[in-house]
Every structure is written in C-alpha cells, then in structure tokens.
C-alpha cells in the first residue's frame, strides 16, 4: 500500500510540472502565433507567416 | 523538478529559436519583402511591361527584423516547452531521450505544427486571398491536436488500432477541409508563393530538427545533475 502510494504520489509529482510546461508552451505560442491584437499581429507579423501561423 | 523543464526549454528553444531567427532573415525574409512589393502596388504582376525578378529589396531593418528574431525564439521556446513536457512522459514509460533519439521528436513535431496545417493552409505570402482567420486558427488547432495525437500513436502505439486512428488523425482535417476563400485576390507571382511555401517548410524542419535534437540533450544532461 505505501509502495503503491509512494509510486502514485512520484509519478504525479512529475505530471504536474509537465502540465505546466505545456500550459506555459501553449500559452506562448498563442501569443506569438494567434492573439490578433494589433501591436502583437505587427511585431509577430513576418514570424507568422515564415511559421506558417494563419496571419491576416 | 520543474527546473529541469525550465532549463531545458529555455536552453534548447531560445537557442533553436535564435538559429531559426537568423535562417528565417537569410532564407524566408527576402521573399516575404519581395512578395510585400506585389501586396503594396509598387510592383504589378501582369502589368503593361515585364518586371524583374530581381528587384532592390529593403536591407535589414534593425526593428521589424529583432522583433522577428525575438518572436521567433519566444514561439519555439513555447514549442519547446510543450515538446519537453511529452518527452517527460515518454521518459517515465521508459523511452530513452537524448539528443539522438531528441531528433526523431523535432521531426514529429514538425509534422505537428507546420507540416499537418500547412499541408491544407500553405504558408502564406502577405497579399493572398484567405478565408476568415478566426475559422483558419480554429482549423490550424484542431490539426495540430490532432496530428500530435496522431505521431504519439505512431510512435508508442503496440497495435494496429492504434496506428489506424494515428492515420484517420492526420488525414480527417485535409479530407474535411481547410476554411478556403471565396474568391482568390493574391496579387503575387506564383513564383514567389510557392517558393515561400518551399522555404518556410524548410526552414521549419531544419529549426525543429535542432529543436529536438537539444531539448533531448539538454533534459538528459539535466536529469544527470538532478540525480547524481
């Protein structure tokens, strides 16, 4: 039982920092990628497109 | 923990990135620039008298271009930061990552992200004709999602069942369609469309390749220093 807690507990421990890594990475690309907001849409601009972003 | 993640991706996506800025201004940016010549009416495809195909573009422009490079390093350290978190899983269900095996993950996540959208919504060159980019993000998420599930299942899949469903993923965006436009209006040569295209892929690949390569080194290597 305290095995299989310890295990448990171990292999959330490291589900949690990947979740956030990803919720930071997905957070970052919709940033630079898609908010169309129009000093972000201009400074990524030429990034978008070179990216393949869908841009206008 | 969670340094591990921090270091690996800002290491491997800030440096990635930073290749991909100067590979994008060398390769992808004249391109672009001869293309904006086209969007703005200072060149006419078709018009009374031939134009050259190579005509003066703008040289580097401090601003606009160390905008591209910083965007670029801050949109692949996002990939990267996904990319590491997948790797992470992997590892805990045994896969071995390094910076070998971290070059079959770049190739999978250039499939992901640029080759899976891109193989219906083209890199475009400013000027062309678009459907709404509201209903294209739509499109472009649900593909991406989609086509990462897809290379998941392909690569850790054990059966059949698996790799059918990885197929159906990667193939049911294209066969339902992209958002397309309802009359095209892209006043730029055909030439430099498709060698837009052509160079954004290829840029693409070469920067996720180097992506892969160093979130699996730098998240060995990292978790070398937790452990020992």
């Known amino acids: 039982m305290t095995t299989m807690t310890k295990t448990l507990s171990a292999s ?45 | 923990m969670f340094q591990r993640f921090l270091i690996t991706s800002l290491f491997a996506g800030a440096a990635a990135g930073l290749i991909a800025g100067i590979l994008q201004l060398i390769f992808v940016q004249p391109v672009l620039l001869h293309a904006e ?11 009374a ?22 965007f670029t390093m801050l949109t692949y350290t996002g990939y990267t930061l996904m990319l590491v978190a997948l790797m992470s899983v992997a ?13 079959l993950w770049g190739i999978a996540g250039f499939v992901t ?3 899976a959208p891109g193989l ?15 209903a294209r993000q739509i499109w472009w998420w649900a593909t991406v999602i989609g ?17 059918g469903v990885a197929v159906i993923l990667l193939a049911a965006p294209h066969l339902i369609g992209a958002p ?27 920067t996720w390749v180097l992506v892969g390569c160093f979130a699996g080194y730098f998240w060995q290597r990292e978790g070398e220093r937790e452990n020992g």
């Open chain 2, 113 to 115: 992200f640029h080759f």
């Open chain 2, 49 to 70: 008298e031939a134009i050259s195909a190579h005509p003066d573009l703008h040289g580097f422009d401090a601003m606009r271009d160390g905008l591209s490079v910083i």
């Open chain 2, 91 to 103: 590892e805990e269900n045994g896969a071995q990552i390094d910076g070998r095996t971290g070059i």
């Open chain 2, 180 to 206: 397309e436009p309802d009359v095209f209006t892209g006043p730029v040569p055909t030439e430099i469309g498709a060698l837009f295209a052509a160079r954004a892929f290829g840029v693409g690949l070469a």
């Open chain 1, 12 to 56: 959330r421990a490291r589900f949690v920092p990947a979740l956030f890594a990803a919720l930071i990475g997905v957070a970052m690309i919709t940033l630079t990628g898609h908010v169309q907001a129009a000093a972000l849409h201009d400074a990524a601009h030429d990034v978008r497109h070179a990216t393949g972003f869908p841009c206008h």
């Open chain 2, 120 to 134: 219906s919504l083209a890199p475009e060159v400013p000027g062309v004709a678009a459907a709404d980019v509201g």
């Open chain 2, 147 to 163: 086509a990462g599930i897809a290379m998941w299942l392909l690569a850790f899949g054990r059966n059949w069942t698996m790799w």
């Open chain 2, 37 to 47: 010549l086209y969007e703005s009416g200072e060149l006419v495809h078709f018009g």
